[in-house]
């Protein structure tokens, strides 16, 4: 036998194995809807109101991993450069999770986007009149349906917490005369064409972890033409500058207010119509419970108020429903200036003022408010008060145009 016959035959050459689950190519993700809104229009146009994006992601099952990617949100939001761009993923339990984001951090809460984000499901999903929002920050959100679509728009109702107990609790202990007399010439002098006579109140609250603050002013002044600069408020405070005024021009049984809402501090130097948002820095959380000291509302009555029973009356009957002690609550944030108004109105010694027309007997969940926002692109809803202490928004929506993230990273 020879040497070559002695060796062993080659083994047979292997062959080509499936690859493992790990080596398979991962499949390219799907494209990601969007929907760009207009929020809290005015009823007279469509071309107003706040701009949200809004992207649909899908559910955690999927695996997608810009689910999770965070810089990915922000990066999008960059991109679309709106105040805010909404993130909705549907969850297991038929709720929705919600995270809002504007040009440079993510936010805590934006009652525009949340408007826009009911909106566009409701759209999406026709046989549906209810939804919740999960959210990180603020809790679990609702939105109803409140009309068919038409014309790319519909009403929503979205309910938003509103003041926390110790913004109320520093707007109803603060000494308004000091605060009006520490603010109000700064304010002045940020503005133009107007005097100390018109300056009705000033109270100060907590916005995050920045002071903020609400001025009102005379109904005679012209809130929509006063020329403000921005920059020179930022004495005033780094927070949230809120200017409102009650609207004299109305007769009807509802609350017609307007106002302009100013952040300088944040970036923000006039908001284009709704909310404000705050950056996740200042945040502070931990449950806080709503609550209405009213003791306070029996101090100088306004005499144009004719019966002023009832109202206080129902203050009591909210108050036995909270904890009026609780001093060293942790303050949670609010996105919407007219949440933070609708409490203003409604829930401070400020209701005392309303004219007897508004209040007619009622309690205070019993007030509407009319809100117009006179800012440049201007904004319209209707405020309320629930029992719970939470503002309900009700604004139209409009769809202005939809289309695919092309970009996976």
């Known amino acids: 036998m020879s040497a070559s016959e002695s060796q062993a035959a080659p083994p047979p050459p292997p062959q080509p194995q499936p690859p493992s689950e790990s080596q398979a190519p991962s499949r ?68 929705y999770s919600l995270r809002w984001w504007t040009p440079a951090v993510e936010v805590a809460l934006c009652g525009h986007a949340t408007l826009a984000a009911a909106a566009t499901l409701f759209a999406l999903h ?36 509103t003041l926390t107990a110790e913004a109320l609790s520093s707007m109803l202990d603060d000494d308004s005369s000091e605060a009006t007399d520490a603010i109000a010439p700064i304010f002045l002098d940020a503005t133009s064409g107007i005097g100390m006579e018109e300056v009705v109140n000033v109270v100060r609250f907590v916005w995050g972890a920045r002071e903020s603050a609400i001025i009102e002013l005379a109904p005679g002044v012209d809130l929509a033409k006063l020329r403000v600069r921005p920059k ?15 609207n004299p021009h109305e007769s ?11 952040g300088p501090g944040v970036g923000i130097d006039e908001d284009p119509v709704v909310s404000a948002a705050t950056r996740l820095p200042d945040l502070c959380t931990g449950p806080c419970s709503p609550y209405i000291v009213y003791s306070t509302f029996t101090r100088n009555p306004d005499p144009l108020v004719s019966d002023t029973s009832a109202f206080i009356s129902s203050l009591d009957e909210i108050a036995s429903h909270h904890d009026l002690y609780r001093l060293h609550l942790r303050a949670r944030l609010t996105g919407s200036a007219h949440a933070y108004l609708t409490a203003y109105y409604l829930s401070t010694p400020v209701a005392l003022r309303l004219p007897s027309r508004v209040l007619a007997g009622k309690s ?23 029992h719970h202490g939470k503002a309900r928004l009700v604004g139209r929506s409009v769809e202005m145009g939809k289309g695919e993230l092309s970009v996976f990273e």
């Open 28 to 95: 390219p993700p799907s494209a990601l809807p969007f929907f760009l809104h207009n929020a809290f229009v005015l009823p007279e146009t469509a071309h107003s109101g706040n701009q949200a994006a809004v992207v649909l992601l899908p559910p955690e099952s999927e695996s997608d991993p810009r689910t999770a990617d965070d810089r990915y949100k922000a990066k999008v939001a960059r991109d679309f450069n709106f105040a805010e761009t909404a993130y909705v993923q549907p969850l297991e339990d038929g709720k």
């Open 126 to 161: 026709p046989e549906q009149d209810h939804i919740e929002f999960q959210t990180r920050w603020s809790g679990i959100l609702t939105a109803r349906r409140r009309s068919d679509l038409v014309n790319h728009g519909m009403d929503i109702q979205i309910t938003l917490p």
């Open 232 to 246: 020179d408020l930022l004495p005033i405070t780094t927070g949230m500058i809120i200017v409102t005024q009650m």
């Open 252 to 262: 009807s049984e509802r609350l017609h207010i307007n106002s302009r809402v100013f």
């Open 364 to 386: 205070s969940t019993g007030v509407t408010i009319e809100a117009r926002q006179l800012s440049p692109r201007g904004g319209a809803m209707v405020c309320t008060l629930d």
